[in-house]
């Protein structure tokens, strides 16, 4: 007798976590308690509330963690599982752990600025207002992590294993295999994690990692994402576009702001910026990279070549590390990332949160969104209830630090640098599988995605699929 209960990313598509519990609380036999990602909700105020909802079994009670990979959404509840009493490894790769060793810090140190900054101002309707977790949280639960190598299978006790195969994603992410004995039966659980690109191609330039999940998987229980479950990326070279859209701005004398997630989605947009220049498309303009997370993310990129694509490979040895181009400044000091604000000639500034959650892009945007000479270009994923979704919506004005600012800057989308396979690169690998899951979850979606997928896998698969839901328990 086992479960899973959907903790999180049912629903939305943040805040992943999966409890999976073995063992029967009614015959009184010891199960295991572990979750599947750890993540943190981000967005809407309604799914950030969750965040201080305590686990529904004591954290002390889990016995361990495993990890698909090192964006906020899905280890980014780690520091507070621990605050509250967790002392279990957190298993992961290699590299995930690398970026977790960078990300967790980042989050606890933004957490702790953002409630100062609302005591200070007394903006927060909770007085004081208080970090989920603090910065030497954060780096004592960097302690519990355990590293596990991609295709190595773990015991974790007599019935149960777990192995990690690639999901394509970013660096070091990965899906989750893991083996229940129960009654002498063995059940194959397969957690999707985030998936990556399914085809190496033109169409995703800049590809950081190797694309192309693990094929043939076989799954008794599929949980799935379905981030692009309703979405078709483009399938044009977005290149001559994003040049073009540079050149306009600077023409007329702005500058462009691009908001990245610091970790993959940076290092993948300067070698796009260093090649355009590099071939004449672009202009040699000044290339600010204001996010310190993206600095020391680079460093665990170059340390972890195995795992990246032929082109980054290629980049790497034709222009070496990105912290040494000449007309490139990496901003690691708040005074250094102030300069960036007093620059008044064009430049294009990269920084992060992506989603506008937080971070240095807020103090760009709050000076660069009024002035319509400037440009700001989304390349990743932004979830409603994001500054980053109002402002890519066309709104007319965004609240940032409390305060109101006109959006009056051009806004441009390229959805083609996306790192999430889009719904027919999901059925694609959905049809390696030698045979039928018994049954498939999805999860970590917008409702509308979840669903269209869900009828997608139904029509051309013949699956049995549900739409995972919030607390939801399954049993397994
Ligand atoms: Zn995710």
């Not at 402002?391 to 004005?397: D, H, L, Q």
Request: net charge neutral; proline share 7%.
């Amino acid at each position: 007798m086992a479960y899973i209960q959907f903790l999180g990313a049912a629903g939305t598509v943040t805040g992943s976590k999966h409890l999976v519990k073995t063992g029967s609380d009614l015959d009184g036999k010891a199960g295991f308690q572990m979750l599947i990602d750890c993540g943190m909700f981000q967005g809407a105020k309604e799914w950030r509330e969750r965040n201080w909802q305590p686990t529904p079994i004591p954290a002390r009670g889990i016995d361990a963690v495993i990890l698909t990979y090192a964006h906020l959404d899905h280890c980014g509840w780690i520091p507070r599982l621990v605050r509250e009493g967790f002392r279990g490894p957190i298993y992961a790769t290699p590299s995930t752990i690398d970026l977790c060793g960078i990300i967790l810090p980042d989050s606890g140190h933004l957490q702790e600025e953002d409630a100062n900054f609302y005591n200070r101002h007394r903006k927060s309707k909770h007085h004081p207002a208080l970090p989920l977790y603090t910065l030497a949280e954060a780096e004592a639960s960097l302690q519990c992590f355990r590293p596990v190598h991609f295709e190595e299978t773990r015991q974790l006790s007599p019935d149960i294993s777990f192995r990690f195969v690639r999901a394509a994603h970013i660096l070091g992410s990965s899906m989750v295999e893991l083996a229940l004995n129960t009654d002498g039966q063995v059940r194959r659980l397969l957690f999707t994690g985030d998936i990556g690109r399914v085809r190496d191609n033109h169409v995703a330039p800049g590809k950081v990692v190797r694309s192309g999940p693990t094929e043939g998987e076989i799954a008794d229980v599929l949980v799935m994402e379905s981030t692009y479950g309703n979405r078709n990326h483009p399938t044009d070279d977005p290149r001559p576009k994003l040049a073009e859209i540079i050149r306009q701005t600077v023409q007329r004398g702005g500058s462009v702001v691009v908001p990245a997630f610091a970790v993959e989605r940076t290092q993948k947009f300067l070698f796009i910026l260093k090649e355009l220049m590099e071939s004449g498309q672009l202009p040699r303009i000044p290339v600010y990279c204001d996010s310190p997370m993206a600095i020391k993310a680079v460093e665990v990129f170059l340390k972890h070549e195995e795992e990246c694509s032929d082109e980054t490979c290629r980049l790497i040895r034709q222009y070496g590390s990105p912290l040494r181009w000449p007309g490139f400044t990496f901003a690691l000091t708040s005074e250094e990332s102030k300069k960036i604000n007093a620059a008044q000639f064009p430049a294009i500034i990269v920084s992060s949160s992506g989603m506008v959650t937080g971070g240095r892009i807020l103090h760009h945007l709050m000076q660069r969104l009024p002035d319509p000479k400037n440009t700001v270009i989304f390349i990743g994923f932004q979830a409603p209830g994001t500054r980053g979704f109002t402002i890519k919506s066309g709104a007319p004005e965004v609240r940032i630090f409390g305060e109101t600012v006109a959006i009056r800057a051009q806004i441009a989308t390229l959805e083609q640098f996306s790192d999430h396979a889009d719904t027919p690169e999901l059925l694609e690998w959905l049809h390696t599988f030698p045979s039928k899951p018994g049954i498939t979850y999805l999860v970590h979606g917008e409702p509308a995605a979840s669903s269209q997928l869900r009828g997608a896998m139904a029509r051309e698969l013949g699956w049995n699929v549900q739409v995972a839901e919030w607390m939801e328990k399954a049993i397994v």
